[in-house]
């Protein structure tokens, strides 16, 4: 699933990353825990989460997450932005609570990893 329509279908905004580049989404994931995002092994994901925190970036950074979905209206700090602007990864926030942002996504294509 292209970038703009992920944005589109969750009304995300986004606050750090280049949407230009050619994203293409294959499956999504799911969580706040941070320990069960570093057991995938899986290209192309999205990651939709609840949490707002510099550990979050540092956790998508390493399980090569290209895309985060902040849900239900939380909000990224600057550092945040910061360090996911140096990892080139994609941040976007959404009012939308993760279940409904899984839904949306799954309904319009976006599979799951699991």
Do not use: C, W
């Amino acid at each position: 699933m292209k970038l703009s329509k992920i944005i589109e279908l969750t009304q995300a905004k986004v606050v750090a990353g280049d949407t230009t580049k050619n994203h293409d989404l294959q499956k999504a994931f799911s969580s706040d825990l941070m320990s069960d995002v570093l057991t995938l092994d899986e290209d192309h994901i999205l990651l939709v989460t609840g949490l707002s925190n510099v550990q979050l970036i540092r956790t998508a950074e390493m399980a090569d997450i290209e895309v985060v979905v902040l849900a239900r209206n939380k909000k990224a700090n600057d550092e945040m932005i910061e360090l996911a602007k140096e990892n080139g990864l994609v941040l976007l926030e959404t009012p939308f609570s993760i279940f409904r942002t899984s839904g949306i996504l799954y309904k319009n294509g976006l599979n799951p990893v699991y």
